[in-house]
């Protein structure tokens, strides 16, 4: 089992940033791929972006390539999000995900699931 804690989230206007970072605990943070993906009310949950066990590799959607950076420390079993240049589109539940297999895009490639941190952006 992997326990995931998110936290950073919070109302910003567009143009801001916020960094999420989300904490794991449990099985070693090493065996698995981490991404992140956000849910805005009314729609399906997306994927946003992930990175890969050592953190060599990332991929990030479309909406948020050159904006938002995804980075990972081993050391202290931790996921980021820094996100910049927000847009009120940006506005979701943003939740971080364990992936024992690879660090894909689909919600079925993830084992694991943190319970989400509110992002708001204002206009």
């Known amino acids: 089992q992997v326990q995931l804690k998110e936290s950073g989230g919070g109302s910003v206007q567009a143009g801001g940033s916020l960094r999420l970072s989300c904490a794991a605990s449990g099985r070693t943070f090493t065996r698995y791929a981490m991404g992140w993906f956000r849910q805005a009310p009314g729609k399906e949950r997306e994927f946003v972006a992930t990175i890969s066990r050592s953190g060599g590799s990332t991929i990030y959607a479309d909406s948020v390539k050159g904006r938002f950076t995804i980075s990972r420390d081993n050391a202290k079993n931790t996921v980021y999000l820094q996100m910049n240049s927000l847009k009120p589109e940006d506005t979701a539940v943003y939740y971080c995900?364990?992936?024992?297999?690879?660090?894909?895009?689909?919600?079925?490639?993830?084992?694991?699931w943190g319970q989400g941190t509110q992002v708001t952006v204002s206009s």
């Open positions: 995900a364990a992936s024992a297999m690879f660090a894909g895009a689909s919600k079925r490639d993830y084992d694991y």
